[in-house]
């Protein structure tokens, strides 16, 4: 079981940035497949972007393409989302999520993660 320990989230106005960090323990990094989920009561977990730790091959929503920047540093064991150009749209509890490797096609998909952080606020208002 890998252990995933969040921190970074709070609350930021429109056009501001955040970034979360996401520490792995417990587990070989190799190819492990880092991916960034976000949820709003009442809505289905979201899959918004992904790293994999072993080659650095990293995916993106479209909704966050080009604003959210997704990053792993081997030696710290941590995984980072950078987020910018915040917009209300963006408010969510956000989770790290791990499994081996990273499918192109599948990554953003919740059923095949089965490690998960305690997930982080993002409040985006004025």
């Known amino acids: 079981q890998v252990d995933l320990r969040e921190s970074g989230g709070g609350s930021v106005q429109p056009g501001g940035s955040l970034t979360l960090s996401c520490q792995v323990s417990g587990y070989s990094l190799g190819s492990l497949c880092m991916t960034w989920f976000r949820q709003v009561p009442g809505q289905e977990r979201e899959g918004v972007a992904a790293v994999d730790f072993g080659d650095g091959r990293k995916f993106y929503a479209d909704s966050v393409k080009g604003r959210f920047i997704s990053s792993r540093n081997n030696a710290e064991r941590t995984a980072y989302l950078q987020m910018r150009s915040l917009n209300p749209a963006d408010t969510a509890m956000y989770y790290c999520?791990?499994?081996?490797?990273?499918?192109?096609?599948?990554?953003?998909?919740?059923?095949?993660?089965?490690?998960w952080g305690q997930g982080t606020q993002v409040n985006v208002s004025s």
């Open positions: 999520a791990a499994r081996q490797f990273c499918p192109a096609t599948s990554w953003h998909l919740i059923e095949y993660y089965d490690s």
